[in-house]
DNA sequence: CAGTTGAGTGAACGCCGTAAACTGCGAACG
DNA sequence: CGTTCGCAGTTTACGGCGTTCACTCAACTG
């Protein structure tokens, strides 16, 4: 691997090691190569995002970019690591702005910000969460992008954790779960969440996160077209539904 | 258009003429490109299925099929029109294993066998359900894609109705429904079904399907297993509580 | 039989991702 | 200072892609 001495995003090595003027300019350039990327994406599709047309744009040939990063894909997966970030900084902006108290207003918030930002960049939502691109789960170590959407997750586990503390919502207990489903709940909760909750919240809280992810994907990829025009309404109807089971307020998008 | 005297898929004009030999041959060829596409799309990913391995496959050159298709596009929305009759068939067939009177099990089968197939053929499915492909809006006709899909959508669309007329389920009526979404349900019900029904019935129904797919599509796609090995037991919990709405006795599935 | 039609081929165009060899320039070092 | 080295970037090339065009040849039609 001569020939690219440091993938894109890769953290230096000696963390007291000074900037240079080199490192800069590289991560300039990184920095443009991802916004480039970006435009094309949102004027042109996702098939349109090849390296030529990257380098084409930026005034480069696309030989250049396997000097930033190792393939198209891995550009690619530079490019959703970004977006993540982008969106998780909405749901955070949108949160900010709800008074601490009000766990209703909040989920509201987030769950309405996460459709917006969907809707409005669609194509850059089907990167995020349409079907796999082939040959990612090649590796075994999280990249760039797996990193930020991690992030992402916990912005909406984050919120249910604090929901659950400060007001709890009725949940089944631990045996009146479906055995088999307790299992893969109790192994996300101790080894991957490692925090300490009855596994009815993680339920309820997967079941949220699949009623409002599901019914965004649906409408962002056109599929509920064939019988609505504007989905919004339908959108707030599971709103009320999912905010009566977590025993949050249910209050209509104010007009702005 | 003089290369391409008919495509693929298209009705006879005269209905009346006898199929010729050509004709024959024609058809013949038309099965075994559909045939070799989706095989190549099953073993190898969407992105494998090009004119030109097509034609591999066959023992033919890529320009030929431009005999039978007018373009790499239209032949895989021919695929896409093969596939959501494959699938609709596999609803039909679970449809027909449950006794006439038991709307419970219809339902459970019907929702089950959409999630079976769709779990067996992960790349099928993202050809029918994930973004759409670009471009595909330009025409206002609705290819053999467009009416195998509607086909599809009726088989849901049908067992509702029955279920409706037999054991009427719980709706709102039409005043209690937002404006915004009654307009919509009702341009629906009256200018696309055709059918006299309360809108609150139209709402249910996209209610479940919403639920239905957009659970199917997050598994499929593979945005669950952040937390769940197996999605199972969390699309059963689904069926229960979609069950309950619709006034239906839930049963698990049966062990085979 | 001649004429037409349709299936299929081969070459070509302009895309694509990627690899290899090469050219400079700026920074680091003696 | 001059030398060296590493990195950004180019050129060229390979194979694959969708698509077009000119062509051949067999089969059907009158």
């Not at 691109?133 to 999280?142: F, N, P, Y």
């Not at 991957?192 to 992810?213: A, E, H, M, S, T």
């Amino acid at each position: 691997m001569r020939r690219r001495p440091g993938a894109a995003g890769e953290s230096r090595e000696e963390g007291g090691e000074l900037e240079t003027r080199r490192d800069r300019l590289r991560a300039a350039t990184v920095r443009e190569i991802s916004g480039t990327a970006r435009r094309i994406l949102v004027e042109e599709g996702p098939e349109a995002v090849t390296l030529r047309a990257i380098a084409r744009e930026m005034g480069m040939t696309a030989p250049a970019l396997y000097r930033y990063f190792g393939s198209h894909r891995e550009l690619l997966r530079h490019l959703v690591g970004d977006l993540f970030s982008e969106l998780t900084g909405e749901l955070r902006g949108a949160l900010e702005k709800v008074p601490p108290g009000d766990m209703g207003g909040k989920f509201l918030a987030v769950s309405r910000q996460f459709r917006s930002w969907s809707l409005a960049h669609p194509r850059e939502y089907a990167l995020l969460f349409g079907a796999p691109v082939r040959g990612a789960e090649d590796t075994d170590e999280a990249d760039f992008a797996d990193e930020r959407a991690r992030e992402f997750a916990w912005t909406f586990m984050d919120l249910f954790l604090e929901l659950w503390k400060k007001k709890p919502f009725p949940v089944p207990a631990d045996e009146d779960i479906d055995p088999a489903l307790r299992e893969q709940l109790r192994h996300y909760r101790d080894d991957v969440l490692g925090i300490d909750l009855p596994l009815g919240v993680i339920r309820q809280f997967l079941k949220c996160w699949i009623r409002l992810q599901g019914g965004v994907s649906l409408e962002v990829f056109g599929h509920l077209k064939f019988a609505l025009d504007d989905a919004a309404p339908m959108f707030e109807l599971m709103l009320t539904e999912v905010s009566t089971d977590l025993a949050l307020p249910y209050r209509p998008p104010s007009a702005g």
